[in-house]
């Protein structure tokens, strides 16, 4: 397995825009994360699905942020519109009962 | 106070030196993880255990679920060790992880 992929490795828009970034999870995985990293406050879980349902979304931090599992295979997060605040490093992670598994992180920079 | 406590925040050692980071957990867990993250990298999961202690080559972790308390030790540490290594708490019947802060490590040749 190619492990959990996201794209784009590298966003850079400018305030107001809307971003969206995608992940696919490794096949057979039934949960999958978002998760954001920033230099003050660390990782963050910011919502989960299980079986491409969303169980806890505690994490997004305001209505900006939403977060899709239309299938098995492919989850998007969306933040619109996007402020300078929220630039970051975002990663996917997918597990089955066991360890999880992180996509390289998509670098977001909200000029 | 956080859930999930590590210390030392940052760890500078020269190459060869045992290595031992600690973390600390406040909360019911079903497993701890120990995930790795080099600069600019991914993160790379290294342990998850819920009792006793693992070895992976010259990592071992061990974790103490009566006093919630994990440690992760690198002996024989060398440069290609230098990262953030990180403690996660795997909350009990939740299947979400609750990360510590991270403890930078480098070691010097």
């Known amino acids: 397995d190619a492990g959990v992929i996201q794209s784009p490795r590298h966003e850079v828009t400018e305030m107001g825009q809307e971003v969206t970034l995608r992940c696919k999870p490794i096949s057979g995985h039934d949960y999958l994360f978002w998760y954001r990293q920033t230099m003050m406050r660390g990782l963050e879980l910011l919502i989960y699905f299980n079986n491409n349902v969303p169980i806890d979304d505690s994490g997004m931090p305001e209505d900006r942020f939403s977060a899709k599992m239309p299938n098995a295979s492919f989850s998007t997060l969306k933040i619109q519109p996007s402020e300078p605040r929220d630039s970051a490093v975002y990663f996917c992670a997918s597990r089955d009962r066991a360890e999880q598994y992180f996509g390289p992180g998509t670098r977001l920079t909200v000029t | 106070k956080n859930e999930v406590e590590q210390s030392p925040q940052n760890l500078t050692a020269q190459e060869g030196e045992f290595i031992t980071i600690n973390c600390s957990y406040s909360v019911g867990i079903s497993a701890l993880h120990w995930l790795q993250q080099h600069p600019g990298g991914g993160i790379v999961s290294l342990f998850m255990?819920?009792?006793g202690k693992k070895k992976h080559g010259r990592l071992i972790a061990t974790i103490n679920i009566q006093e919630k308390h994990s440690s992760l030790h690198i002996t024989a540490s060398h440069p290609r060790d230098s990262a953030v290594y990180i403690c996660?708490?795997?909350?009990?019947?939740?299947?979400?992880?609750?990360f510590g802060q991270g403890t930078r490590l480098t070691i010097n040749p």
């Open positions: 255990l819920s009792s």
């Open positions: 996660a708490a795997d909350l009990q019947g939740a299947q979400k992880l609750v």
